[in-house]
């Protein structure tokens, strides 16, 4: 079954503990992003990626890190998470330039 | 810089009736696409439907068809014989066709959509 898969569905951490956010699509997609959702703000992307090795930041990127070393997976890592980054936060995957997005199912993190 | 608004933070339909989620963007390009994304309680976001900006003729999926008025910069969504399934979220995104930005979907605010028995 095509799709893109998040892990974890749900953490909470503490502040200033390193997490990794896994992203694995088996599309063969080139375009792999993450976008993190907030009330009243919809969805805005974090970084995004082009195919391997090449990454971009979105519109919020502080705070976060991501690496493509593969063009199947796209890590969101928070190397010292705080607690403005409670959000929820989605991976996304597309074939290409105009093509819908593929989004994974969702990882709903808590900093306290 | 892309912008999309959702003015609508939350509308409501009777079971049955017809009800219409607007969505304005606001681009310099000629060529982009846009998006309405549906997402239920689950939290998954399921693509609803998709309009070319170059195709002059509005795109219809089933139960929901678009009102695209490209000068007007207006993506609208109508939504006929609505269903309590469709009760959700419904985010309208923009993406650009220019390799420095295709790789980004800029999303709205989303609106609440409740569906009345």
């Known amino acids: 079954e095509a799709q893109v898969t998040q892990n974890p569905r749900y953490l909470i951490t503490v502040t200033g503990k390193k997490l990794t956010v896994t992203c694995s699509q088996n599309?063969?997609?080139?375009?792999m992003s993450w976008y993190r959702q907030d009330p009243g703000l919809g969805l805005r992307q974090i970084y995004y990626s082009m195919n391997v090795e090449v990454t971009d930041k979105g519109d919020v990127p502080e705070g976060y890190k991501v690496s493509r070393k593969e063009k199947r997976n796209f890590p969101l890592i928070l190397e010292s998470p705080s607690p403005n980054q409670t959000s929820l936060y989605f991976c996304a995957s597309s074939p290409g330039t105009g093509s819908e997005a593929f989004f994974g199912q969702g990882t709903r993190l808590t900093v306290v | 810089a892309q912008t999309v608004t959702q003015s609508q933070p939350e509308m409501s339909v009777q079971e049955a009736e017809t009800v219409t989620l607007s969505c304005t963007y606001d681009?310099?390009?000629?060529?982009?696409?846009l998006f309405w994304y549906k997402q239920p309680p689950s939290r998954q976001m399921i693509l609803v439907i998709r309009?070319?900006?170059?195709?002059?003729q509005n795109a219809t999926e089933n139960r929901f068809s678009v009102n695209f008025q490209k000068a007007a910069k207006s993506f609208s969504l109508k939504i006929s014989d609505s269903q309590l399934g469709d009760a959700a979220m419904y985010f309208c995104?923009?993406?650009?066709?220019?390799?420095?930005?295709?790789?980004?979907?800029?999303f709205g605010q989303g609106t609440t959509l409740q569906v009345k028995p």
């Open positions: 995104a923009y993406r650009s066709l220019f390799s420095s930005n295709t790789g980004k979907l800029i």
């Open positions: 681009t310099s390009e000629s060529d982009y696409y």
């Open positions: 309009q070319e900006a170059y195709k002059q």
């Open positions: 599309m063969n997609h080139e375009y």
